[in-house]
Nanobody, 127 residues
Framework: QLQLVESGGGLVQPGGSLRLSCAAS?????????FGWFRQAPGKEREGVAC????????NYADSVKGRFTISRDNAKSTVYLQMNGLEAEDTAVYYC???????????????????WGQGAQVTVSS
């Protein structure tokens, strides 16, 4: 069973940066999984932020974060990252890492294909 643990959340001022990490353990080796980052703000549905294919060669981003966020992975360390720059108040949410055995050419940024979820990390953007 794949287990995911997020870290790196916190409080940051508008325009600042944070890097989230997601450590994977258990299950198959990390390179068998597509990974995604999702977020959920109070009173809103969980939404996709970014995803990355098994090899890291393909990524996909929500329009709201394109040009500001970058997803990456280090399969040797079984870790997935989300570098967030130019943070805005609207980015405030609990951020979740998720894993999937998705093998399509384009990784999905909707929740359906993801079977494994972390516990979430709070990101608060405020002055």
């Amino acid at each position: 069973q794949l287990q995911l643990v997020e870290s790196g959340g916190g409080l940051v001022q508008p325009g600042g940066s944070l890097r989230l990490s997601c450590a994977a353990s258990g299950g198959l080796t990390a390179d068998y999984y597509t990974f995604g980052w999702f977020r959920q703000a109070p009173g809103k549905e969980r939404e996709g932020v970014a995803c990355i294919s098994t090899s890291g060669g393909s990524t996909n981003y929500a329009d709201s974060v394109k040009g500001r966020f970058t997803i990456s992975r280090d399969n040797a360390k079984s870790t997935v990252y989300l570098q967030m720059n130019g943070l805005e108040a609207e980015d405030t949410a609990v951020y979740y890492c998720a894993g999937s055995r998705w093998f399509g050419s384009t990784c999905p940024i909707w929740t359906g294909p993801y079977d494994y979820w972390g516990q979430g990390a709070q990101v608060t953007v405020s002055s």
